[in-house]
């Protein structure tokens, strides 16, 4: 990654123009799969599924006994709502408690056209269209790393939900986050005042927190970013940029802080849970043969299927192929825009006297100097 205070920079104006809601979206109830290359089903840039993590023995065929509840089966396990954001590859996810309709949520999405530095808040919006559907009370939001690849709506969902639902709902994130905060506010430019205290919560290693009556755990998962967290909520773990699709593999570890090494015992701890836990992954891009986003695999198909992670592949191989592999990826397409939010939690930059707010962006002159 280039430096960028090394270089000159461009200051861009951000428009701030939200469009309202798009309404195209379905509601559908899928059971966990049954074999392990089944495909994922479709599903639109808003559309969302909700899946529930508990599944009906197979020896309750009576429609009556499939009536069951969560709680009646297994206690506190959640609602999980997947949302695909197609334009950056990511999933974002809303997790309820059933019981209480407490909900978090995971990753979200602001819309970032680079071409014109406008942003717009349709992902976002949609997902708080969800939220009223169902009658959840967001408790927080969970941020997995400060992500390079995507704008985060934190702060605007959080604005939302006080408008709303008439409480402050804190943003939380892993302990770390200060290191990435202090590299890059050096490199963009970014006074203390806008990043510290951007985030409510700051998770300590392995920190338990309920969502209602569902207990959640997170986890510190190293590899792609130093303070990369996950969150296990149930029988659930919500991994981030960290183990994607059985036929991706697992995440880019040459941002600054990132480690091959350390990822491959992030992915490690992950495959050591029971075999039917769900990994939920943070981006999906489905290579050729395979048209559709999956949201999930469990830890026994990944242990099997995963071209990354088979168990076969010993540490050595896999920090080899994953430092050879990084060392061709080009930088994500949002890459600065994208730091400059998230070490703000997703809040706005401030604004100059002018009344503008602004991103900086590193000209790439190559050789050329004068």
Known sequence: MTHAASLPLARLPIQNQSQGLHRNTHLIRRKPWESKLQKGAHRSTFSHRAISSITTSRRFQHQQRNLYTAQ????????????????????????????????????????????????????????IMLV???????????????????????????????????????IGIGKRIGQVQQLFSKRYDISKAEY???FD?????????????VEATAIHLPGHTPDHMGYKIGDNVFCGDSIFHVDIGTARCDFPGGSATDLFHSTQKLLSLPDETKIWTGHDYPPDGRDKPVPWMSVKHHRELNKHLKEDVSERDFVQMRMERDDGLAAPRLLH?????NVRAGRLPGKTEAGHRFLRLPLKLGELEW
């Open 72 to 127: 009646t089966l297994m206690p506190h396990q959640p609602i999980v709502h997947d949302i695909f954001e197609t334009k950056t590859g990511t999933y974002q996810y809303l997790v309820a408690d059933p019981s209480t309709k407490a909900a978090v949520i995971i990753d979200p999405v602001l819309d970032y056209d680079p071409a014109t530095q406008t942003i717009t808040t349709e992902s976002a919006d949609a997902l």
């Open 196 to 198: 510290e205290h951007a």
């Open 132 to 170: 009223e559907e169902k009658g959840y009370s967001i408790s927080r939001f969970l941020e997995t790393h400060a992500h390079a690849d995507h704008l985060s709506a934190s702060s605007y969902l959080q604005k939302q939900i006080l408008e709303q639902q008439g409480h402050h709902a804190p």
């Open 337 to 341: 825009p994208s730091l400059q939010f």
């Open 201 to 213: 919560t700051l998770f300590e290693d392995d920190q338990v927190f309920k969502i209602g009556k």
